[in-house]
């Protein structure tokens, strides 16, 4: 069975940094674009950065230059690397990709930030 497992989450202090990881495992043939989505309290599950195949990234507005999404393909393994951590960047993290064709997602981590 195909399963994406999330690491790296927990308390924060504003302006501290975390790194999400995200490893693919089981029997994979092919790993497509991945990504991050977060879901805080009482809100919508949105989009926070996203990566290609080729390296090609993108980010929501509220993270642009403070969060970095890379993968290891090696490894079926994408990260988030988030600096300068803000009370508002608090939620559930959840990282998604398509895997042998089929979209998966992760159980999801907690990022809590706060003084």
């Known amino acids: 069975q195909v399963q994406l497992v999330e690491s790296g989450g927990g308390l924060v202090q504003p302006g501290g940094s975390l790194r999400l990881s995200c490893a693919a495992s089981?029997?994979?043939?092919?790993?497509?674009?991945m990504a991050w989505y977060r879901q805080a309290p009482g809100k919508q599950r949105e989009l926070v950065a996203l990566?290609?195949?080729?390296?090609?990234?993108s980010f929501t507005e509220s993270v642009k230059d403070r969060f970095t999404i890379s993968r290891d393909n090696a490894k079926n393994t994408v990260y988030l690397q988030m600096n300068n951590l803000k009370p508002e960047d608090t939620a559930v993290y959840y990282c998604?990709?398509?895997?042998?064709?089929?979209?998966?997602w992760g159980q999801g981590t907690q990022v809590t930030v706060s003084s």
């Open positions: 998604n990709a398509k895997i042998n064709s089929l979209l998966k």
């Open positions: 089981g029997i994979i043939f092919s790993i497509g674009d």
């Open positions: 990566i290609t195949t080729t390296g090609r990234t």
